[in-house]
C-alpha cells in the first residue's frame, strides 16, 4: 500500500496509542504468572499482536473484552504448541526467547524477513552460557532458529548494543532456582532496562544492580503474580506528533501521555523546547506544541535510537546544522535507519551527510518524490511529515508497517489537517 502527502497546515488533539514496549513486557509476565491477569488498553495489532500470539503458543489462554485483555499464565513452564512466529517484532523475539529457555522443549522463532535480518546471537549466546541449546538454519544468531532449555541460574555476561538482551535475561531470571549474576557490556538504549526495572518492582521481584554499574543479581526462586495494569501512551509515537507541530508550527495538543514514565523518547519533548519549540500543559491532562522558528543542534540518541527517523525530518527544518549522533544501533533495527533516512531524505533534497553512528542534516528546501518506507514503521511515518512540509507530492510505499506500532497513524493526522491520500 502507498500513500501520497502533500504539504499540511496542522491543529488539533491526538491521543497516542499504547506503549509498544510496556505492552510486550506485560503480555510476557502474565504468561510467565500463575493465575489471571487484566491488562488494560494494550496494544493489541503489529509488535503486540505478535507477542500476544507468543503468549498463546506458550499455553497462555486470552480472553479480550472490550479494552481489556485477560490472561490467564503458564505459571512459569512454558508449553509450546507451535513454531512461534514473530511477524516484524524485535522486541517480542528477544525478550520471549529467554522465558521460551525455560523449557525442556525445542521452541523455533521466526518472522517475516525483516526480522531474519536482525541480529540475535548475543542473547542466544548468553542463553548457551546458562545451559541452553540453540541451533540457527539459517545464518548463524539470526532468525529462524531454535533454543532448548531448561537454563539454570549462574554467571552471564551478555552486550548491551541492544538493550533488549540485557531485559530478556532480567524477566527470566527471576523464575529460576537460584541466583543469577548478569554483568552487561556497552549498554546502550539504558531507558528501556528502567523500563523492566519499573516492571519488576511493580511485580515485587528482588534484583541488586543498575543500569549504571553493568552488574545485576537477581534472586531466584520468585515467580510472578497475576498483573492488572494500564499500559501507558507510547512516547515513540508521540514523537511523531510532537516534531510534527514542530516543523509545521502547530499547534497539536497531545494526550495520553505521563512524564513521570520511564520510557526515555520522552526527553524528545525536552530536546525540541530547547531547539526553540514550546510546549504548554493543558487542564485536561495533554500538552500543546507549537513552534515559531527552530535552532539545530547536536542530540545524543545513544537512549533513543528510535527517534533518529523523525527527527533527522526536523533536522531538515531547524536553522544552521542539526547532527544526530552516538546512535550506532540504529543501524540494527527494522532496517539501517541511518543508511535509509541519509538516502530517502536525499531524494526529497535534504542537505543530509551519513556518520558512522548518526546524520549531520542542515536547514533544507524539500521537495515531494517517490521514497521507500523499507517496511520500517519509523521510517514511514518520519517520511510522511517529511511530505508535509514538502513542496509537491510525496508518494511512499510500504506503509502498512506503520500499523506494527500505531495502527491509527494516518487516520489521526487526517483529523487534525494531515494531506495524506491511500493509494
Not at 57 to 86: C, H, R, W, Y
Not at 139 to 149: D, S, V
Not at 190 to 208: A, C, Q, S
Request: proline content about 5%; aromatic content about 6%; glycine content about 10%.
Amino acid at each position: 500500500m502507498k500513500w501520497t502527502v502533500e504539504r499540511s497546515k496542522l491543529s488539533g488533539k491526538i491521543s497516542i496509542p499504547a506503549s509498544k514496549s510496556h505492552t510486550i513486557r506485560a503480555f510476557l509476565i502474565a504468561t510467565l504468572a500463575d493465575g489471571v491477569s487484566k491488562i488494560i488498553n494494550p496494544l493489541t495489532e503489529g509488535d503486540g499482536e505478535s507477542a500476544l500470539n507468543a503468549a498463546k503458543l506458550f499455553g497462555a489462554k486470552v480472553e479480550q473484552k472490550d479494552n481489556e485483555l485477560l490472561v490467564t499464565g503458564v505459571a512459569g513452564k512454558p508449553n509450546p504448541s507451535d513454531v512461534i512466529f514473530m511477524g516484524n517484532s524485535g522486541t517480542g523475539s528477544n525478550l520471549f526467547c529467554s522465558a521460551a529457555a525455560l523449557s525442556e522443549k525445542e521452541i523455533t522463532f521466526d518472522g517475516d524477513s525483516s526480522l531474519r535480518s536482525r541480529p540475535m546471537l548475543p542473547i542466544l549466546n548468553a542463553l548457551k552460557m546458562l545451559g541452553a541449546e540453540w541451533t540457527s538454519e539459517g545464518q548463524k544468531g539470526y532468525p529462524p532458529f531454535t533454543i532448548k532449555g531448561p537454563i539454570k541460574a549462574g554467571e552471564v555476561t551478555v552486550q548491551g548494543n541492544n538493550s533488549q538482551y540485557l531485559s530478556s535475561l532480567l524477566l527470566t531470571a527471576p523464575l529460576l532456582q537460584g541466583d543469577t549474576h548478569i554483568t552487561v557490556t556497552n549498554l546502550a538504549e539504558k531507558p528501556y532496562v528502567e523500563i523492566t526495572l519499573w516492571w519488576l518492582r511493580k511485580m515485587g521481584i528482588k534484583f541488586d544492580g543498575d543500569v549504571e554499574s553493568g552488574k545485576f543479581t537477581v534472586f531466584g526462586g520468585q515467580s510472578y503474580s497475576p498483573i492488572c495494569e494500564e499500559i501507558p501512551g507510547d512516547f515513540s509515537g508521540a514523537t511523531f506528533s510532537a516534531v510534527a507541530a514542530a516543523i509545521t508550527g502547530g499547534p497539536i495538543a497531545i494526550a495520553n501521555i505521563d512524564f513521570t514514565d520511564p520510557q526515555g523518547d520522552k526527553d524528545v519533548f525536552r530536546i525540541l523546547q530547547e531547539m526553540g519549540a514550546k510546549l504548554t500543559p493543558e487542564c485536561d491532562g495533554s500538552y500543546t506544541m507549537t513552534a515559531d522558528k527552530l535552532i539545530g543542534r547536536v542530540i545524543d540518541l545513544n537512549a533513543m535510537p528510535d527517534a533518529l527517523p523523525a527527527l533527522a525530518v526536523l533536522g531538515t527544518v531547524a536553522q544552521g546544522e542539526t547532527r544526530l549522533v552516538n546512535v550506532a544501533q540504529a543501524r540494527i533495527k527494522e532496517t539501517d535507519r541511518i543508511k535509509v533516512m541519509y538516502e530517502e531524505l536525499s531524494k526529497m533534497g535534504a542537505d543530509i551527510e551519513e556518520l558512522p553512528d548518526g546524520l549531520i542534516i542542515r536547514q533544507s528546501k524539500l521537495h515531494g518524490a517517490e521514497v521507500n518506507g523499507h517496511d520500517d514503521h519509523r521510517v514511514v511515518m518520519s517520511l510522511t511529515l517529511a511530505g508535509m512540509i514538502a513542496d509537491g507530492v510525496t508518494t511512499i510505499d510500504t506503509v502498512e508497517s506503520a500499523a506494527v506500532t500505531y495502527p491509527t497513524f494516518a487516520d489521526d493526522f487526517i483529523a487534525i489537517g494531515a494531506k495524506i491520500t491511500r493509494v
